[in-house]
């Protein structure tokens, strides 16, 4: 999740350990996701907790929250302990959420879903995670602490593969100029701290920031999304949600970047009617006998208000859109590429 931080009050919590979280676009989320007494939620992107201690201070409802890092599931126990069994926390990546929640929550059994994309504060602030150059650390960006790291894939991946992944991923035009220095350094010393990738893609740019950031900024992005495959993530846990929500029950997704949000416009846009025929994924004569499954709450997204960006500067590229689950069977599952790549 990038979560990237508000004000969360008082109130018990992991975020009282994380003073700098802010829980982005927080009212909005609770203006549209209406938590009810006696409903079930699932927040698949717990990190310190924010959207589910909001939710559950709402309204006398149960959350089950996701989150596949252990950290995260670590830090939850003041919360879950607070709550007692109105909370449960679960180590899991919200795209194999009808696997990870208790057996009761079948299909169509649920309230309301929420999902926060991409890297939390907490990780981005955190060195030894790797995720940021704004301080030296291991360049890591695992979320799940498992599986290939993002030096590992620097050290060991082809030439073209890198210069896709950071083209792809980052948006980054200069993408096989970056590849290129990046092979040609490894031959010298294999990549292990951020500072040094920093360094790298800095000297592409001869030091000059792009947009007023860091040149090395999307090269950082496309690399966490890789590693993690967020994307991939992204649609699989879509997918989920609509199979899990009942008639009536809400998706809310907020989004930080223009890839997100273009899949979750794309998803919505599809499951309400709005683009009949337009998925790559699924043979036209299933898009065509389809019925929507999902009505949208907003045509247009939610971004932070003028208030929450002047407390929260990290919130500037939030967008939240929302849909509620109609009767319709939910479409059928869809098979291909994971991502864009």
């Known amino acids: ?111 309301g879903v929420v999902l926060d994309i991409g890297v939390s504060s907490m990780q981005l602030d955190d060195a030894a995670r790797g995720f940021s150059f704004q301080s030296d650390g291991p360049l890591d960006m695992r979320m799940s602490s498992s599986g290939m790291s993002a030096a590992d894939f620097l050290n060991t991946a082809d030439e073209e593969e890198i210069a896709n992944v950071i083209y792809e991923f980052g948006e980054e035009h200069r993408s096989r100029a970056i590849a290129r220095a990046i092979v040609k350094r490894r031959t010298e010393t294999a990549f292990t701290r951020t500072l040094e990738l920093a360094d790298v893609v800095s000297r592409v740019f001869h030091g000059r920031k792009v947009d007023g950031r860091h040149p090395a900024t999307r090269t950082f992005q496309a690399l966490r999304i890789y590693v993690n495959d967020e994307l991939g993530e992204l649609e699989q846990g879509l997918t989920a949600a609509e199979r899990l929500l009942k008639p009536g029950g809400r998706l809310v997704v907020v989004t930080f970047h223009s890839l997100e949000d273009r899949i979750v416009k794309k998803f919505l846009a599809e ?45 500037r590229s ?14 059928p599952a869809k098979s291909g590429a994971k991502g864009l790549l």
């Open 271 to 315: 499951r309400s009617g709005k683009t009949p025929g337009s998925s790559r994924h699924l043979p036209p004569e299933l898009i065509k006998s389809a019925k929507p499954s999902f009505r949208l709450v907003n045509s247009r997204p939610l971004t932070p208000s003028k208030g929450e960006l002047e407390v929260n500067p990290r919130s």
């Open 318 to 331: 939030a967008r939240l859109r929302a849909a509620i689950r109609t009767d319709a069977a939910a479409w």
């Open 1 to 111: 999740m990038t979560r990237g931080g508000g004000a969360e009050g008082a109130s018990l919590g992991p975020a009282d350990k994380h003073p700098r979280h802010i829980p982005v676009l927080i009212s909005e989320v609770l203006e549209t996701l209406q938590p009810k007494d006696g409903a079930t939620y699932i927040d698949g992107t717990f990190g310190a907790g924010g959207y589910t201690r909001a939710i559950l201070e709402a309204a006398d409802c149960r959350v089950v929250a996701l989150d596949r890092d252990p950290n995260a599931i670590r830090d939850s126990a003041q919360l879950t302990a607070h709550f007692g069994d109105r909370l449960k926390v679960i180590q899991s990546p919200f795209s194999q959420m009808e696997d990870a929640v208790p057996e009761e929550l079948s299909a169509g059994t649920v309230d």
